[in-house]
């Protein structure tokens, strides 16, 4: 009994010394794990701060977050101009307060992400005018409004439209119905001091308005800010008549015949005065034949004292040229070519520097009517004209003239361009399916004056280009450096005749003098009768041409003696009044002096440094880029099929 007891306490003894050693190892081991937890927490914590400083969306302040939400929601000005017909609400600050609770949190405190509106659907239209607090509002609106559930009621659109008038930075509406409520508001409710857009379009006929000249008068600078104006149908005379010195950019469009004759059309008894409350206007566009119910007083002292009485809708029956003094750019659609000239003396524009014209048929002439009387076009609505007018548009650098049919770029007979630099002439792409290209007529045909000795850019698209015709027309431009030649017939002949000579004579030069001496770049474009046979002549003999004139610079100015020049009879000098003074010399076709031309200049041609071709079947890639080799000279090619 005493052994099993002894083996008993021994085998205890053993266990506890065993359990005690286990013990001292938990011990350890929960210190040791404490360590490592301690460890991942840091190592974890460490992690995470890196983490988030790699995002650093994460940890930027509001204020900076804030100029970030800003800008992704921000519009462009086009788009809020032109914004799509099926938008509903706009998306972007939407999308921003369902990231994350801290970014909803800070959309919903900052105002300016809603501020543009658009009024379509009645929940989110609410929440944009309550969300957006006391923040400038773009509202966008296009009617007829859907007919689905959640249409927005017209009543609820009147209220928070009015409520928020003074708010208004752009206004975009289509309708008819909805938009005769928006004109009220403008004629009454003023003034509207953040006001900078404003494009109203009607797609119908107003219905129960009262005339405009019964509204109320609203205060002076109720449009203070007003900078771009747009009126689709939307007669200018609907709108207060308040000065607008901001305004920059007017876009007119009357397109629709039914708008010619309504009393709520275009008409030059609403334009001059609309015009001439816009003195700081920039940019006008007009799609439109406004109706001349107006007469024009012209002589000394008539333009600059334009005698529209101020707060006035209407100009009278008798009026004085209007000056817009900053107009750089002029966009004209349907213009009727025969009469265009008189559009340039009831307006005068004398800083005009960009000048598009998108002239109509031939046959079409400018409505004339008085006392609601139609008049023949053939009596010209101006009194004081003693001859023929001339406008003059003495800083026009940029003309760019789209027309139906040849004949019709006669309207610019009238108009003198002085200082133009670049002309852009194209057929209407929807008359080519009428006939086929039409024949350009020669320059003395088109303008008052052919000589262009400034000009340095010529594109001519869509047209037949007689030989003869237009090499006499480029003769007209000594500055030109680019030809640009688009889709017409007749193009490889007038090529080939700038090499100096012809296919005929393997491009021997003939003449003493060159056509065009500067020409650096040429642009042609599905000219289908230009061979790479006359491109190449015009590169090589340019280019052997500029070195010589490098080489030899004393006689650069002519290969030949110059002509002598024998001096005028000692009377002709003496009698300033002689006829022989005002007989037309060479150097002056017409007998008018211009600065810049020099016809017995003979100055030698400069290298084709830049050459495009595209569409020209006749011309392969290969012969194309062989121009870029050294003996060539051509810095700049492309090609294309």
């Given at each position: ?15 506890e010394s065993k359990f005690m050693d286990l013990q001292c190892r938990e011990t350890e081991a929960r210190r040791l794990l404490g360590f490592v937890l301690e460890q991942k927490n840091t190592v974890e914590r460490e992690l995470s701060a890196l983490k988030y400083r790699r995002y650093p969306i994460k940890w930027l302040p509001p204020e900076l977050l804030t100029e970030i939400f800003l800008h992704f929601v921000n519009w462009s000005e086009e788009e809020v101009i032109h914004p799509p017909r099926n938008l509903v609400f706009h998306k972007g600050p939407v999308i921003l307060s369902h990231v994350c609770h801290q970014w909803r949190e800070l959309a919903l405190s900052t105002s300016a992400l809603w501020s543009l509106i658009c009024v379509r659907k009645s929940e989110p239209a609410r929440a944009f005018f309550t969300r957006s607090n006391q923040v400038p509002i773009d509202i966008i609106g296009t009617e007829p409004f859907p007919l689905s559930e959640g249409a927005f ?489």
């Open positions: 009994m005493s052994c099993d007891t002894a083996a008993l306490d021994a085998e205890i003894l053993a266990l009621p017209l009543a609820s659109a009147r209220s928070d439209i009015r409520k928020s008038s003074s708010r208004w930075r752009s206004v975009i509406w289509s309708g008819t119905n909805f938009l005769e409520f928006l004109l009220e508001l403008i004629n009454h409710e003023s003034p509207f001091p953040h006001l900078e857009t404003l494009s109203l379009a009607r797609d119908g006929t107003a219905r129960g308005i009262p005339d405009a000249q019964s509204l109320v008068r609203p205060t002076i600078d109720a449009l203070s800010r007003l900078s771009y104006l747009h009126l689709h149908g939307v007669a200018p005379s609907e709108l207060p008549p308040v000065y607008f010195p901001a305004l920059c950019t007017i876009n007119l469009d009357f397109s629709k015949e039914s708008w010619h004759f309504g009393h709520r059309g275009l008409r030059l008894s609403n334009l001059l005065p609309l015009l001439h409350r816009s003195q700081n206007l920039e940019q006008l566009f007009m799609e439109a034949v406004p109706l001349i119910d107006v007469y024009v007083e012209v002589g000394s002292g008539a333009s600059g004292d334009c005698d529209i009485p101020p707060g006035s809708r209407f100009a009278k029956l008798q009026v004085k040229p209007i000056v817009l003094p900053h107009l750089r750019s002029f966009k004209w659609r349907l213009v009727p070519p025969g009469d265009m000239w008189l559009l340039f003396i009831y307006i005068e524009m004398p800083s005009l520097q960009e000048l598009h014209l998108f002239l109509g048929n031939r046959r079409k002439q400018w409505t004339q009517m008085f006392e609601q009387v139609l008049l023949p076009s053939n009596s010209p609505p101006i009194s004081g004209l003693q001859t023929s007018p001339v406008i003059t548009l003495a800083k026009l650098e940029e003309l760019f003239v789209n027309c139906r049919d040849a004949e019709s770029l006669a309207a610019l007979k009238k108009i003198q361009l002085p200082a133009l630099r670049k002309l852009n002439m194209s057929r209407d792409v929807f008359s080519l399916i009428e006939s086929s290209s039409p024949q350009l007529p020669r320059l003395e045909s088109i303008f008052h004056d052919p000589r262009l000795p400034h000009l340095t850019s010529l594109k001519l698209i869509w047209f037949d280009l007689d030989a003869e015709n237009t090499i006499s027309m480029l003769r007209y431009m000594p500055s030109l450096t680019l030809l640009y030649i688009e889709s017409c017939h007749g193009a490889g002949e007038v090529l080939c005749h700038l090499s100096g000579g012809s296919c005929r004579n393997s491009h021997v030069k003939t003449q003493r003098s060159w056509t065009c001496p500067r020409l650096t770049h040429l642009i042609l474009t599905f000219c289908a009768d230009v061979k790479f046979s006359c491109l190449s002549a015009v590169v090589q003999a340019r280019k052997a041409q500029s070195m010589m004139a490098a080489s030899t610079p004393e006689s650069s100015a002519s290969t030949t003696p110059a002509r002598l020049m024998k001096p005028l009879k000692r009377r002709a000098l003496q009698n300033p009044n002689s006829p022989v003074l005002s007989l037309p010399t060479p150097a002056s076709p017409n007998g008018s002096f211009m600065p810049g031309w020099n016809s017995f200049g003979v100055a030698k041609p400069s290298s084709i440094i830049s050459v495009h071709i595209s569409g020209c079947r006749r011309v392969s890639k290969v012969e194309a880029m062989s121009l870029m080799e050294e003996d060539w000279g051509v810095l700049d090619i492309s090609w294309a099929p």
